[in-house]
C-alpha cells in the first residue's frame, strides 16, 4: 500500500489541473465518483470550488490536500471505507469537506498491485475556519498505512524512515504494530527502487509515450529473450532501441529521440546480471573482462580454501541471519535511545511578539500623549498672553485723577475690554484643565510604557535562561550517552560486517566465533587499503587495530 500527499489548490489554475487529472479517463481507465461529503456539491467541479471559498474565508493559502491511495490488492467496499477513515483520522480531517473517487483498470507496468487507485481531495481548511496540521504529515500517513496493512493482513510496505514510524506508531499506543515495523525493517537488506520516477513519467507524457505500456513492453522483451540480439529484436518490433550508456555498465532505453530510461530500473535488474546477459564475447568490454577475471580468480581460492562449502548447512545460515537481524535490531533501538534528548523548551515566540507588540503599541502612545501634553501647554500659555493683552491697564496722571472725581457722581464708563477679558479667562481655564489632562495622560503612558518594556525584558531573560539551560541539559546528556552511543555505532558496523561477510561466503556460517572476527577484521583492514589507496605507506601487513565487539549471537 502507497499513501501520498500533494497540496494543491493555490490558484485557478492548479485547481483546473488537479480537476482534470481526478476525471482523466484514457487507456481504458474508468473514473468513478465514490463520494462527496461536507458540501451540497454534486460534482467534483463544484465541491473543489467549495473548498476554494472556504480557503478564501481563512488566512490560509492552500485549499485542497489531494491524497493518493495505491493499495497492494483490491479491497472491498467496507476495507476501502475503513481505509478512508483511517486517513482522514491521521490527518486529524474527520470533519472536513473531501471527495473520493477511483481510478479502476489502470495498466501496471508489472502487475502484483491492484489496478483500483483512490484519490482523496480534502479541504485544507474545516467548517471552523482551522487549516490542517500538517507537521510530520509523512510520519502520520506512514503510521496509518502500517496499521491498515496490518489489519488488512496484507505484508507491510517498506520504509526509509522505519524506526521513526515505529516510534510513532509507540507514541500512539500501537506497540504491536511497531514491533512488527521494525521487525520487518531488519529482514530488508535492500529497499526497491521506482522503475520510472513522477517526473520521468511526467516527461513521458508530454512527449506521448505511456510510461506504464512501455515499461511492460520493456519487462516482457527482456523476460522473452535470452541473448542480447533476441532481446534487441524484441524491442525493435515496439519501436524501442537499446545503447550503451556514457558510465559504464549502463544500459538505455530509448525511443526515439525520447530517453525512456535505465534497463536495470525498468526490468528491477542488477547491472551485473544484465552484464552477463546483455555482453557478448565479441562485444565484450575490456573492464568487464577484467572483473570476469579477478571474479574467477576469487572464486577458484575461496574453493582452494573451503573444498567443504557447498556442504554447508543452510539451516545455520538462516538461524546466523534471524540472530544477526535480531541482533541488529537491538543494536539500532540502542542508538535510537541514545540520540534521544530532552524536548526544548515550550516556544514562546507568541509571548514575546505579543510583548514587543505592546511595547510598540505603549511607545507610539506615549508619543502620542506627549506631543498632545505639548500642543496643550502650548495653548494655556497662548490664553495667558491673550488674557494679559486683553487686562484693562491702570490709570496714571490726570485719567486717574478725573476717575477719582468722577467715581462719586456715577459718571464712570465700562472698560471695552471687559467682555472680551471675561471669554479670555475662561479660555485660560479650559487650556489649563486641557493641560492637566494632557499632563495625567502622558504620566499614565509613561508608565504603561516602562511596564512594557519591563515585560518584555522578563520574557527575553526567561527565553535567554530556559536557553541556557538547555544547552547545559543537552550537553550533560551528550556527555552521559556518548559510550552507549558509540557501542551502539561499533555494535552495528560489527553485525553490519557479519551479515555481508555470511552472504558473500555462506559457508563461513559454520565456524566459529573468532574465526568470523578474524575475517571481519581482515575484510575491514581490505576495505581501508582500498579507501586510502594514494596513500604511499606499505600498510599490507600491519596488524587491523581491534575494536571493542558486541557478543557474536550464537546460533542454536
Not at 469537506?97 to 489496478?115: D, E, M, Q
Amino acid at each position: 500500500m502507497i499513501l501520498t500527499i500533494n497540496p494543491q489548490g493555490r490558484t485557478r489554475r492548479d485547481t483546473r489541473d488537479l480537476v482534470a487529472h481526478l476525471q482523466k479517463a484514457e487507456d481504458g481507465q474508468i473514473v468513478e465518483l465514490v463520494r462527496i461529503a461536507g458540501t451540497p456539491a454534486r460534482t467534483v467541479r463544484e465541491a473543489v470550488c467549495d473548498f476554494e471559498r472556504i480557503r478564501d474565508g481563512s488566512e490560509a493559502e492552500i485549499g485542497i490536500q489531494h491524497l493518493t491511495v495505491s493499495p497492494g490488492r483490491p479491497w472491498t467496499d467496507a476495507e476501502r471505507d475503513v481505509a478512508v477513515d483511517e486517513v482522514l483520522h491521521a490527518l486529524g480531517a474527520e470533519r472536513h469537506a473531501h471527495v473520493l473517487i477511483a481510478h479502476r483498470n489502470k495498466p501496471r507496468a508489472r502487475g502484483g498491485a491492484s489496478a483500483t487507485h483512490f484519490h482523496l481531495a480534502v479541504a485544507h481548511v474545516g467548517p471552523t475556519l482551522h487549516a490542517l496540521d500538517l507537521r510530520c504529515s509523512y510520519l502520520k500517513l506512514e503510521a496509518a498505512r502500517a496499521r491498515l496493512e496490518v489489519r488488512f493482513g496484507e505484508p507491510l510496505t517498506p520504509s526509509r524512515r522505519s524506526s521513526a514510524i515505529a516510534k510513532h506508531l509507540r507514541r500512539d499506543g500501537y506497540e504491536t504494530v511497531a514491533a512488527l515495523v521494525e521487525a520487518d525493517a531488519a529482514t530488508r537488506s535492500d529497499l526497491p527502487r521506482s522503475g520510472l520516477t513522477s517526473r520521468s513519467r511526467a516527461r513521458l507524457q508530454r512527449d506521448g509515450i505511456n510510461a506504464a505500456k512501455t515499461r511492460a513492453t520493456v519487462i516482457a522483451a527482456y523476460q522473452g529473450s535470452d541473448t542480447r540480439k533476441a532481446f534487441e529484436a524484441a524491442l525493435t518490433q515496439d519501436g524501442l532501441a537499446l545503447e550503451a550508456g556514457d558510465c559504464a555498465n549502463v544500459w538505455l532505453i530509448r525511443k526515439g529521440d525520447v530517453l525512456i530510461g535505465p534497463l536495470d530500473r525498468l526490468v528491477d535488474t542488477p547491472r551485473l546480471t544484465l552484464m552477463a546477459r546483455l555482453d557478448e564475447p565479441d562485444t565484450a568490454k575490456p573492464e568487464l573482462d577484467a572483473a570476469r577475471a579477478d571474479a574467477e580468480g576469487y572464486e577458484a581460492i575461496s574453493q582452494a580454501e573451503s573444498p567443504d562449502r557447498t556442504t554447508a548447512s543452510d539451516q545455520a545460515l538462516q538461524v546466523w541471519m534471524h540472530r544477526l537481524a535480531c541482533g541488529l535490531a537491538a543494536a539500532e533501538k540502542a542508538l535510537d535511545q541514545a540520540l534521544e534528548r530532552s524536548p526544548s523548551p515550550p516556544s514562546r515566540t507568541n509571548a514575546l511578539n505579543r510583548a514587543q507588540a505592546d511595547c510598540h503599541t505603549a511607545e507610539d502612545d506615549y508619543r502620542r500623549a506627549k506631543d498632545d501634553h505639548r500642543r496643550a501647554e502650548d495653548g494655556c500659555c497662548t490664553a495667558h498672553a491673550l488674557v494679559e493683552t486683553r487686562r484693562p491697564k491702570p490709570l496714571t496722571g490726570w485719567q486717574a485723577w478725573a476717575s477719582r472725581v468722577k467715581a462719586p457722581f456715577g459718571r464712570t464708563q465700562a472698560h471695552p475690554d471687559a467682555s472680551c477679558l471675561a471669554d479670555a479667562e475662561r479660555d485660560l481655564e479650559r487650556a489649563r484643565d486641557r493641560w492637566a489632562d494632557a499632563e495625567r495622560d502622558l504620566k499614565w503612558t509613561r508608565n504603561r510604557r516602562a511596564g512594557a518594556e519591563a515585560k518584555l525584558k522578563g520574557i527575553e531573560a526567561k527565553i535567554a535562561a530556559e536557553k541556557q539551560d538547555y544547552e547545559h541539559l543537552i550537553a550533560e546528556e551528550d556527555e552521559r550517552a556518548k559510550p552507549k552511543q558509540q557501542e551502539a555505532e561499533r555494535n552495528i558496523a560489527l553485525y553490519r560486517d557479519l551479515r555481508l561477510l555470511l552472504e558473500q561466503e555462506p559457508w563461513r556460517a559454520v565456524q566459529d566465533d573468532d574465526v568470523l572476527l578474524s575475517e571481519v577484521y581482515r575484510m575491514r583492514s581490505a576495505r581501508e587499503r582500498n579507501a586510502c589507496v594514494w596513500d604511499e605507506v606499505d600498510t599490507a601487513g600491519a596488524e587491523p587495530a581491534r575494536i571493542h565487539e558486541a557478543p557474536i549471537p550464537r546460533p542454536g
